[in-house]
């Protein structure tokens, strides 16, 4: 593992991790009665509805290289404004708050076209969130790797190097910005729900731009001039307690307080309890304020 960081520059190990990796699906296969289980149900519970899109727990446990640095290329920057090849004659877009999310119907989104899917990636960064109909993505691919070959278009993925069981714990709800604790986190995450309860389960967002742009401008101003450690060693330290995986050495890395949109200009506050661990430059008792 790699020492704590004490300075304001990223530990070896960091700059070591930020090479290029596409997440490259592992080659075990998983062998855990629950995997079963799932695919041919029980006597409390059916089978399940898409049994290829079931989560692999490998045996044995896969391990992750270190990721690699990669050139981002954020395809929202350019992208028509009107949507032409999105926002086509019958398709309907429902505001869901004043500032944040929005929910969109009448889009095949496996038909879009290249056009179509970067005016996608700007619609996601003006409305932050969006919400679409199951009919939207019509038959799911058999394949799995149909549905990564759409999301990569995106950026890259990332296979999550933790996994936790729910031995030690009863629900996995905690406010977070995913993997920020990478030196390049993620850009956009896809979150597909194959069944859904009748109530209840719901995810929900907070809209950090507007958060900062609440705050008064002398707050702003100082909350800019900082940076902070953001890191996976808890959540890998969970996993183990809880008898989970760790398939990549935990990672440290060092993002400012407050983030710039490229494609839209906005500025965003970008801490969560979850993976940021202390604002740098400041004393203890000051960051756990913060």
Known sequence: MAERQTSETTTRQVDESTKFNL???????????????EVTGT??????????????????????APLEPFDFVDRSVGADEA?????????????????????????????LSTQGKDQLALLVNRKKVLVYH????????????????????????????????????THSMAWHSDNSFD???????????????????DTMFVDTERAYERLSPAAQKFFESLKAVHTSRDQAA????????????????????????????????FVNPQYTRRVMGLKKEESDHF
């Not at 058999?142 to 031995?167: K, V």
């Open 238 to 269: 969970r996993a183990v307690v809880g008898g989970g995986y760790v398939r990549r050495e935990p990672l440290d890395a060092v993002h400012p307080v407050v983030r710039t949109n490229p494609a839209t200009g906005k500025k965003a506050l």
């Open 23 to 37: 997440g490259l699906r592992s080659e075990h296969k998983p062998l855990s009665e629950a995997d079963k289980n």
């Open 43 to 64: 006597e409390t519970y059916p089978p399940a509805s898409y049994p290829n899109y079931l989560p692999v727990w490998e045996v044995p446990q896969a391990k992750y």
């Open 83 to 111: 949507f032409p090849d999105l926002l086509c004659p019958g398709t309907k877009i429902r505001n869901l708050t004043a500032t944040l999310g929005a929910e969109i119907s009448g889009i095949q989104l496996s038909q």
């Open 134 to 169: 199951e009919q939207d993505f019509a038959d799911l691919p058999t394949c799995i790797g149909e549905a990564d070959d759409y999301c990569r278009y995106f950026g890259r993925l990332f296979s999550h190097s933790h996994s936790e069981f729910f031995d030690l714990h």
């Open 183 to 201: 030196v390049q986190p993620a850009g956009v995450t896809f979150l597909y729900a194959l069944e859904v309860p009748d109530e209840g389960g």
